[in-house]
């Protein structure tokens, strides 16, 4: 896979303090995202422990998730950069402060700014975060998208992977492109109910986390 490992053999004594870890935690809690607390956890655990060089984001809003990765990646020293994708951006000057240095932000909408977006990255898309178009037709045509853009082993976050039409349509993207991803699953646990006009109720939240392959799976890898 194309994805860099990071040598840390020397100095790793003391290495949380030296990387500011424990600093990272507010940043986490005040963000302006609308994210669950494991979420937000999760997605910068995430970034910490991958170090992407490039990180796409589709729907980003008040920058706060984007700001949970910036985050990770200033806690790393790592150079990373972001490309957001967003066609009503509310992003204060403060966040904007914090993500200025390494980020794009591409005011349109999804797929089709993806390959402008994916050009200020510098290369192909390490990790990406899936929070636009919660329809159906609207998120697979994201994971669609995405694809020609993803190095080979890159990880794609999809939120809101409760709600029916997401769910469906992450469904769909693996039975259709099964060769090209590796799906891990749900991986967290909170989800938000809300009662609906109708009397009804609706489930929203979680993350959902698939890996890419660039070179087509084999039978035996992709299981009965
Ligand atoms: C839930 S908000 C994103 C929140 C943000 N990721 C966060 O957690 O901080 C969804 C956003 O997606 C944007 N959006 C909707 N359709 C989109 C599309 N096709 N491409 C990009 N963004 C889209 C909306 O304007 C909205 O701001």
Redesign the pocket.
């Known amino acids: 896979m194309s994805l860099p490992t990071y040598d840390i053999t020397s100095g790793y004594a003391d290495y949380f303090e030296r990387h500011r870890l424990f600093d990272a935690l507010p940043t986490i809690g005040y963000?302006?995202?609308?994210?669950a607390p494991a979420e937000r956890l999760l997605l910068w655990s995430l970034a910490y422990s991958t170090r992407p060089r490039s990180y796409l984001?589709?729907?980003?809003?008040?920058?706060?998730?984007?700001l949970i990765v910036a985050s990770a990646l200033d806690t790393l020293g790592a150079s990373g950069r972001l490309a957001l994708?967003?066609?009503?951006p509310r992003i204060a000057p403060a966040v904007w402060t914090r993500l200025a240095p390494r980020t794009t932000l591409v005011r349109?909408?999804?797929?089709a700014?993806i390959p402008e977006a994916v050009a200020s990255l510098g290369g192909p898309v390490e990790l990406a975060?899936v929070?636009?178009?919660?329809g159906f037709a609207?998120a697979l045509a994201?994971g669609e998208g995405l694809l020609p853009y993803l190095a080979d082993g890159a990880y794609v976050l999809f939120?809101d992977c409760h709600l029916p039409a997401v769910a469906r349509a992450i469904d769909d993207l693996l039975a259709r492109h099964s060769t090209r991803w590796v799906d891990a699953g749900i991986v967290t646990r909170e989800v938000t109910r809300e009662r609906t006009a109708g009397g009804g109720e609706i489930t929203w939240g979680g993350l959902r986390l698939l890996r890419h392959r660039s070179a087509a799976l084999s039978r035996d890898e992709i299981g009965p």
């Not at 963000?31 to 994210?35: D, G, Q, T």
């Not at 349109?108 to 797929?111: A, L, R």
């Open positions: 963000a302006p995202v609308k994210m984001e589709i729907g980003s809003l008040e920058g706060g998730s984007a994708i967003e066609p009503s349109g909408f999804s797929p700014a975060f929070d636009g178009d919660h609207g994201d939120h």
